[in-house]
């Protein structure tokens, strides 16, 4: 019997010790192949066959050790020096990595983008072909990476959160497809030079503040491109810099870790229990990951000799991840050095080999639309001198494009007409459609999850409907969304214990519970972050920021995140998050609330709603709720006391978007606007139909989407006159409408005066109500516009 137990623990021991090896010996082949896809996809790039190039090379030992407890159910929030990481957890591969390289515009190609990323910017999929969740809980998850810097940041925070949600709300208890109980962390990477921008230290802050399960990566190569971090940050260490942050007992704060990146051994052996406690706890923490090496430099643009010492160049070479994990293999005897060379050698020619495949799949439709135009050019037997030159261009272009195609084609017709040549015209038309699919598709939901699906339902009142103050009319509508929809939250400053400064949340907080309706910190950027990681993982969040004004430092999460989601996925991921915020004939510089131009063109792939009131505000909060798209939502700052109706559908009615309203019917011109200032045109119009003048008013209701259906042209048509008033600066938003009514549906052609704008002045208002009524449209100007129109 004790021969038997001895043999046992030695077998035993002898697995265990294989299972050891076998899983380190699988790390270090992830770590040479990932380093040959740098190496190779370098060349690539210099010998023109990609645009450019940034790669993970000097990562890869930390990255293997950390992709080793990212677990399914887990997010990360990365940046485009990953790829390591996404190796290893299986997320792509070699063929994947070169077909985004190479932009194949095929999903089933470059399964991230279709081409419509950098290199190295990976996504998974939250969302089936229908647009219903899937099974988040039991896949490994990552949001699309950005190029901005630090953009990866805010987001993080909301993916965490949402994990706190999930463990301590009760009523998402039930959306196990979503969450395992809140168990998730957010992996979040960084390069150490991109932590000295603000998104870094907000969110840093907010999850101290908040304690989220967040894993903060800081990938520290001590450079960002040639600028050393002791220009970058102060005391020259991010660690050193945050450690005021480190948790305490019985505080918030941040657990802090560093860690050598190169140190395989010493990595996975710190990784682990750190890992597991903010599983357990939800403490954040931030590990700094320093020596990190970059043996090919910042990125395909540019050397590094340039800006790195002879010495730094040596210790580099010496410190190599690779080479230092290589050693340690062979000096605990896991591995011959042989044995280790025949690894360097397969990965080598994997790589090789995949990146062969992805070069054919991406140029073979290519070199087939090639041939076929080769082909018919030469059928229509035309000798001219211009028709030779492009078959020759086309037929020694060894790495064609798609353009180039099109140019050839777009040339012969210059050159001999499209009505001499029927077949060359069709396949110039049917590649230009094919190529719109590739490129111009997927800005918003296209199928069942579309918002303009959604079928429109009239507000109707009961006999005895009260009328109410608006805000009242939000207050009730969202006590019976909260009471329906447990997917629902609600957020920002003011939000939670005062139920918001306009009181549409009064009393909510107290009902509904503080995880679901919460005040947040004075910080917009992560207010919006925090909307966009919830709404990844399936929740329907809405966050606000309190005035229209303080959405400019939310601004580029929405404008390079959020909107352009859907749409950098080719629809694999959506986002529905609903931002509230009031504006619109706020007095003074700083409260001015109008700047809708500069949304509605940063923010495509959003729908921005800009209800007249607050009955027809919950109209289209139903709308979106019933999509998957993002929307942004501008309630009436002076409209909260106003007094209107309480509809008896509240959840219900639904305002479809992109559709006008026509609140007045006129002969004689047409008035088109939104918002408050409706009420200004309203107001003109009554004056002005004592004057004879019969002013048809339009309300937009969205400028995103925008008249759809082409309803205001058809006022047009009736009364031969437009005026577009807006309280937006000159080239604003009135300009936008102009040109969509003017240029896109053809108004010019029933014109009888010049069609003219009515907007705020260039200027910020100034302050108080005569700054208000001189900075911006007012009654008088309407009526003196109308008039002078009626008089041409």
């Known amino acids: ?115 419509r990323q950098m290199n190295a910017h990976f996504v998974t999929k939250n969302v089936d072909k229908n647009g219903e969740w899937l099974n988040l809980a039991n896949q490994k998850n990552t949001s699309s990476d950005m190029a901005p810097t630090a953009s990866q940041m805010p987001r993080a925070l909301g993916l965490a959160l949402a994990s706190k949600l999930f463990r301590n709300t009760e009523e998402l208890k039930e959306f196990t497809n979503l969450s395992n109980n809140g168990n998730e962390i957010c992996f979040c990477t960084i390069g150490d030079a991109s932590t000295s921008e603000g998104h870094f230290w907000e969110t840093v802050n907010a999850a101290g503040v908040l304690q989220v399960p967040l894993a903060v990566f800081v990938w520290d190569d001590g450079y960002g491109i040639s600028v050393p971090k002791k220009y970058q940050t102060t005391k020259a ?123 054919e799949k991406y140029i073979s439709p290519i070199q087939g639309q090639v041939a076929k135009t080769i082909e018919l050019l030469n059928a229509t037997g035309i000798t001219d001198p211009e028709i030779k030159n492009i ?154 920021i309190q005035y229209l004004d303080y959405l400019l430092y939310g601004l580029q999460p929405l404008s390079d995140d959020l909107s352009t989601t859907h749409f950098r996925t080719v629809g694999q991921q959506s986002c529905p998050l609903i931002v509230r915020t009031r504006g619109h004939r706020l007095e003074g510089i700083w409260h001015s609330g109008s700047p809708m131009g500069m949304l509605i063109n940063a923010l495509r792939g959003m729908y921005i709603c800009v209800p007249r009131n607050m009955v027809q505000a919950v109209g289209m909060y139903n709308t979106l709720l019933q999509g998957n798209d993002p929307g942004l939502m501008i309630e009436c700052l002076n409209g909260y006391r106003l007094k209107e109706k309480m509809p008896s559908n509240l959840l219900a009615y639904t305002v479809p978007l992109g559709v006008p309203e026509i609140i007045r019917e006129g002969e004689d011109i047409t008035l088109v606007s939104y918002g408050s200032t409706l009420r200004i045109v309203s107001e003109a119009a009554e004056r002005l139909e004592k004057l004879n003048i019969s002013c048809e008013v339009v309300d937009v209701q969205t400028l995103l989407p925008f008249d759809i259906d082409h309803a205001i042209v058809e006022s047009l048509k009736k009364t031969s006159r437009i005026l577009f008033i807006d309280e937006d600066v000159p080239g604003g938003a009135a300009a936008y ?22 907007t705020g002045k260039a200027h910020r208002p100034s302050y108080g109500s005569d700054g208000d009524y001189f900075s911006k449209p007012n009654a008088e100007d309407v009526v003196a516009l109308v008039k002078e129109m009626m008089s041409e």
């Open 737 to 758: 409408m102009f040109n969509k009514v003017m240029e896109e549906q053809k108004g010019y052609r029933y014109l009888d005066v010049a069609p003219r704008t009515l």
């Open 391 to 544: 078959i020759s261009e086309l037929t020694i272009n060894r790495e064609p494009m798609r353009r180039d195609v099109l140019k050839a084609l777009a040339k012969t017709l210059d050159t001999i007409g499209s009505e001499n040549a029927a077949a060359i015209s069709n396949y110039y038309a049917e590649l230009k459609a094919l190529n719109a699919g590739l490129y111009n598709t997927f800005l918003y939901n296209e199928g069942p999850k579309s918002a303009l699906q959604v079928t429109p339902i009239k507000a109707w009142y009961n006999e005895e409907a009260k009328t109410v103050n608006g805000y009242e009319v939000l207050n009730k509508y969202f006590d019976e969304l909260f009471a329906t929809n447990k997917k629902v939250v609600a957020f920002g400053e003011d939000v939670g214990f005062i139920g918001d400064v306009n009181q549409g949340f009064s009393g909510l907080q107290v009902k509904y519970g503080e995880q679901r309706i919460f005040d947040t910190g004075i910080r917009e950027l992560t207010i919006m972050g925090q909307g966009i990681g919830m709404a990844l993982r399936g929740l329907r969040p809405i966050a606000e």
């Open 237 to 359: 260490s991010i660690s050193t810099a945050l450690s005021g942050m480190q948790k305490e007992a019985d505080s918030n704060g941040i657990e802090i870790y560093k860690l050598k990146g190169w140190d395989y051994a010493g990595m996975c052996e710190v990784l682990e229990p750190a890992l597991q406690k903010i599983r357990e706890t939800h403490t954040p923490a931030l590990f700094h990951v320093e020596e990190i090496t970059q043996p090919q430099g910042h990125s395909t643009s540019g050397s590094h000799e340039r800006y790195k010492t002879p010495e730094r160049l040596a210790w580099e070479k010496e410190w190599d991840c690779i080479k230092q994990m290589k050693e340690w293999i062979v000096e605990n005897t896991l591995a011959t050095e042989e044995e280790l060379n025949d690894v360097q050698d397969e990965a080598r020619e994997y790589v090789k080999n995949g990146k062969q495949k992805a070069w």
């Open 1 to 115: 019997m004790h021969t038997t137990n001895t043999n046992e623990i030695a077998l035993d021991e002898k697995l265990s010790f294989d299972n050891f090896r076998n899983e380190v010996l699988k790390d270090y082949r992830f770590a040479c192949v990932s380093r040959e896809i740098s190496l190779l996809g370098r060349k690539e790039v210099l010998t023109g066959k990609a645009k450019f190039g940034i790669f993970g090379d000097g990562k890869e030992v930390a990255q293997v050790a950390v992709a080793k407890f990212f677990k399914p159910g887990d997010f990360r929030s990365g940046y485009y020096r990953d790829q390591t990481f996404m190796l290893a957890s299986g997320i792509t591969d070699v063929e994947q990595y070169f077909a985004q390289l190479y932009s194949d515009p095929h999903i089933e190609n470059d399964p991230f983008s279709a081409g």
